[in-house]
């Protein structure tokens, strides 16, 4: 079974210009989420998705960054205009419906491969 | 706010030298926690989930134990493959997961 895609996998632009990114979770996978990984650090949560919906973009820097996932199923992650900060690894992941559980149980998250993005 | 800290930040074993890593953690409510490996330019890999104290977790040489504030991941008899980054993360009843920085293991022959 395939796993988490992403493209590319690798990307450097200057700084002021756009850039997206591009995810196609596990089949099956309602729920999808874009982590940014700086070097040396953890994934850090920036939106999640069930099916079409963004229920949780609190982490979003929502003046440069945006998102998509229009059919609930591949979603785009779009930063206009881009800044050196913003250099890192953006990976996307995907789970089974967290909200079919109850609140003592989760599905493990499955991630893509990333995508290092430069920024010079 | 959710925290994870894990320690030590990096790990150096002899092979077949066992050792044990520790992520300490504070969560409002604990939907369950997570280890995971990264090897260098991969995503993260699931390896285990716990929801309790007290519960085990074991694969080949890895075992995962938790406690209510912490959880070690111990490595028995490891081998070089074994070496990569292990991250933990929490996962609180909002379904927020947070992860700490990470331990990374190298494992020479």
């Known amino acids: 079974e395939a796993g988490v895609v992403q493209s590319p996998r690798y990307k450097i632009i200057e700084k002021k210009q756009p850039v997206a990114f591009w995810c196609n979770p596990i089949?099956?996978?309602?729920?999808l989420y874009w982590y940014r990984q700086n070097l040396g650090q953890g994934p850090e949560l920036l939106i999640r998705?069930?099916?079409?919906?963004?229920?949780?973009d609190s982490q979003l820097p929502k003046d440069r960054f945006s998102a998509e996932r229009l059919k609930g199923v591949d979603s785009t992650l779009k930063i206009q205009p881009a800044e050196l900060g913003d250099s890192a690894v953006y990976l996307c992941?995907?789970?089974?419906?967290?909200?079919?559980?109850?609140?003592?149980?989760?599905?493990?998250?499955?991630f893509g491969p990333g995508t290092r993005l430069t920024v010079t | 706010e959710d925290q994870v800290t894990q320690s030590p930040e990096a790990l150096r074993l002899q092979e077949g030298e066992s050792s044990s890593l520790n992520c300490s953690y504070t969560?409002?409510?604990?939907?369950?926690l997570f280890w995971y490996r990264q090897d260098p330019g991969k995503g993260p890999e699931f390896l285990f989930t716990?929801?309790?104290a007290g519960e085990e977790k074991e694969k080949e040489r890895l075992k995962a134990t938790l406690t209510k504030k912490e959880s070690f991941l111990h490595i028995t008899a490891p081998k070089p493959e074994d070496s990569a980054t292990y991250l933990c993360?929490?996962?609180?009843?909002?379904?927020?997961?947070?992860f700490g920085a990470g331990t990374t293991v190298t494992v020479r022959a």
């Open positions: 089949s099956g996978h309602n729920t």
């Open positions: 998705y069930e099916n079409e919906e963004a229920v949780d």
């Open positions: 992941a995907s789970s089974l419906d967290l909200s079919l559980l109850d609140s003592r149980h989760s599905y493990e998250q499955y």
């Open positions: 993360a929490v996962q609180a009843t909002d379904y927020k997961l947070s």
């Open positions: 716990l929801y309790s």
């Open positions: 969560v409002s409510g604990l939907r369950g």
